[in-house]
């Protein structure tokens, strides 16, 4: 997974709440078998309007969306933040997000940004303007910085943060606890014999 | 010293946890890990790429669902025209014979909608994790398992290691009491819940729901209930299991027997919260009041009952809610201010994790009573699995469906999600026993209404959103 430590780059506003994935990347490009190119095919519906924010210079180079509650609701397709990955985004600043959405940006090398709706909503309004849609990430630090300060710390989870910052394979780090993760299956099997494996043969038989 | 009392949550957690990582977060365990042939294709070639192998295949299950075309099943992977969709169910076959996990071929008797086959399998255990990637894994929450959608880098740590990091999550009880009204079914409720909290009110939580109403549902209406607990932003939704619960495991094929099962349902008696124990959040529904609910946004928030009507925008302070409002409104093409009844329908869909299972079908053609599909109306019936198919077809279900109008197709995702030949054209209006209206989801510009099995069969009688209680 790539790191996350600083960008500086245009921000793109997208006044909306509660953005579904199917929205961000509809079912018929779900198809793929692979994560790359669906950048193209972010925001289907939404840009076949030419007037759409993402259609627009500057913000057809934006790095970063500011975009309103409960972002990336619905479906668990990690598509979504593939295709917003493929485009260009690397953050994304909302008062909330859906959960599963918000774990599968971690683990894409995308910086989730919740800050209150208040700030949010300043931060719509400066990304609106191409003078001053410019807005920092800091990771490292925990701050958003517009154009022109001033300066907005943001929490964030230590271990997730950690893990962006090193670009840390989380599957690497399990596999250090396997001796751990086997001694658990032998009580487990123990404590509970009847979660036992999957046998369809068992299945058809009957 | 007293031991601590626990949620249900809580207890089925603690039971999962195979290691601390040391940064406050736990090495969860996975019990049960479901695959299916759209968000799993990039998680086998990650394990390719790291040359890593499959920890525990024999506690993984692979079921290709959602491209799955709902005619012709006989012909196999053959009878998938669109080659992409052909692509990702080959994929998922090589896949799952070169890393050895159990699949359900698509021509098997078995085979259909994953959250649909795990269960009728005795695969979905009270006291288990299961995970899938696919949001609607909340489903088997209503053994008491804790089941959570997740996504593909996710599949890929469980396929790896049989854990995943977790931080734990906050609790919400929805205590739901009173009686459900004369053909007001879990459904309605579940709309109804959202309606309430809202498409974010349960974010961050897991869902507890209890009550006399919840224990008054069979295990199908459960199951609707915990299917849709993602619809309100939950990371899962569990009931306690009880003795509905074992009747339904001793009738499938792969849970436990004999002495096993004696003391599984020991232990599956204590999984209950207990007394004194604290959730973070905490919900009461009055079950009584609880009418037929239609949704007529895009969104499953947006929600009405049947003799609602459509938002009007002038009435709402907030200029961004009115937007929203609007723009729902206007991609529907639903005035505002309008009753709900009444609005003629094009396209019915029955079927789906959320409502494809036998009791639902029961439900949708009790609504026929030797009537017809409207003219102009197409109504599919599509079960959720093959065993739900056979079912139907014994109990003459699918006569009656064939017999008035409606089309009666092989087990799958279909309609409710437009990823196979079964979608809606623009503009076209379903009214669907589905889990989601977003805006495209049954095909690009379709436009879907949320509903029971049995108001879908009446509004496909009637040609137009109606009262089943009255119809």
Redesign the interface.
């Known amino acids: 997974m790539q790191p996350f430590t600083r960008i500086e780059a245009i921000a793109a506003p997208l006044a909306m709440a509660n953005v579904d994935t199917d929205k961000i990347l509809a079912g018929q490009f779900l198809k793929t078998i692979t994560r790359e190119g669906l950048g193209e095919k972010l925001f289907w519906s939404l840009r076949q309007n030419p007037d759409f924010v993402l259609n627009r210079s500057p913000w057809n180079e934006a790095k970063i969306l500011v975009t309103l509650d409960n972002f990336g609701c619905g479906s668990s397709r990690e598509h979504a933040p593939w295709a917003l990955l493929d485009f260009g985004i690397r953050a994304i600043i909302a008062p909330s997000f859906a959960d599963i959405f918000y774990n599968n940006c971690f683990k894409n090398g995308i910086l989730p940004v919740e800050l209150n709706e208040t700030v949010v909503l300043q931060l719509l309004r400066l990304a609106s303007d191409p003078a001053r849609a410019q807005i920092a990430v800091d990771l490292e630090n925990q701050l958003v910085t517009p154009d022109g300060g001033p300066s907005i710390r943001f929490q964030v989870d230590p271990r997730r943060r950690s893990d962006l910052l090193n670009g840390v394979d989380e599957i690497d780090k399990a596999i250090q606890q396997a001796s751990q993760i086997e001694q658990f299956e032998n009580q487990a099997r123990s404590i509970a014999p009847w979660i036992s494996p999957i046998d369809l043969q068992l299945a058809e038989a009957q | 010293m007293e031991p601590q009392p626990r949620l249900l949550f809580e207890k089925v957690w603690d039971?999962h946890?195979?290691?601390e990582?040391g940064?406050?977060?736990v090495?969860l365990?996975i019990?049960?890990h479901l695959v299916n042939e759209?968000?799993s294709?990039?998680a086998f070639?990650g394990l390719r790429v790291?040359g890593?192998s499959v920890?525990r295949p024999?506690?993984?299950?692979a079921v290709a669902d959602?491209?799955v075309p709902t005619e012709n099943r006989q012909a196999g992977v053959s009878a998938i025209v669109?080659p992409?969709?052909r692509?990702?169910v080959e994929?998922l076959e090589a896949n799952v014979a070169e890393f050895g996990i159990?699949?359900?071929p698509l021509e098997?008797r078995?085979q259909g909608i994953v959250h649909i086959v795990g269960p009728e399998?005795g695969?979905t255990?009270p006291?288990?994790t299961i995970v899938c990637?696919?949001?609607h894994t909340s489903t088997h929450g209503a053994f008491g398992a804790l089941a959570f959608?997740?996504?593909?880098?996710?599949a890929?740590?469980v396929l790896?290691?049989?854990?995943l990091?977790q931080?734990s999550a906050r609790s919400m009880l929805i205590q739901i009491d009173g009686r459900l009204g004369q053909g007001v079914t879990a459904k309605d409720l579940v709309l109804h819940i959202i309606g309430e909290i809202g498409?974010?009110g349960a974010?961050?939580h897991v869902i507890e729901y209890a009550g006399e109403t919840v224990e008054s549902l069979n295990m199908a209406g459960r199951m609707t209930l915990c299917n849709m607990s993602?619809e309100a932003?939950a990371?899962a939704g569990m009931i306690a299991p009880d003795e509905k619960t074992f009747e339904w495991l001793a009738a499938t094929?792969?849970?436990?027997k004999g002495e096993?099962?004696e003391?599984?349902k020991t232990?599956w008696r204590a999984l209950r919260t207990d007394p004194g124990a604290q959730y973070d959040r905490e919900v009461r529904i009055d079950a009584s009041q609880v009418a037929p609910m239609v949704t007529w946004g895009t969104?499953p928030e947006a929600v009405t009952t049947i003799d609602g009507s459509t938002p009007d925008p002038n009435a709402i302070g907030d200029p961004?809610k009115r937007s929203?409002v609007e723009a729902m409104l206007g991609y529907m093409g639903l005035a505002s201010a309008t009753p709900i009844a009444d609005t003629p329908i094009d396209m019915v869909f029955i079927g789906s994790c959320t409502n494809g299972r036998i009791e639902d079908l029961r439900a949708a053609a009790a609504m026929i009573k030797g009537r017809r599909v409207a003219s102009g109306v197409r109504a599919l019936v599509v079960p959720g699995s093959g065993q739900v198919k056979a079912a139907a077809e014994a109990e003459g279900i699918a006569r009656m469906f064939i017999d008035a109008g409606f089309e009666w197709r092989e087990a799958g995702c279909s309609m409710c999600?437009?990823?196979n030949p079964d979608q809606l054209t623009p503009g076209q209006r379903c009214a669907s026993t589905s889990n989601?209206n977003?805006?495209?989801?049954q095909g690009?510009g379709g436009r879907t209404h949320l509903m029971s099995p049995a108001m879908a069969a009446a509004a496909a009688i009637a040609g137009r959103i109606v009262d089943a209680r009255s119809f």
């Open positions: 039971a946890i195979a290691a990582t940064d406050g977060s090495l365990y019990d049960r759209v968000t294709p990039q070639e790291a890593r920890r024999d506690l993984t299950l959602h491209n669109e992409e969709s692509q990702q994929t159990p699949y359900i098997s078995r399998l695969l255990l006291g288990t990637g696919d949001s959608g997740i996504g593909t880098s996710e890929e740590h790896a290691t049989q854990t990091p931080q498409t974010a974010t961050g993602i932003g990371r094929p792969l849970a436990p096993t099962f003391k599984a232990a969104s961004a929203q999600l437009g990823m989601r977003f805006e495209g989801r690009p």
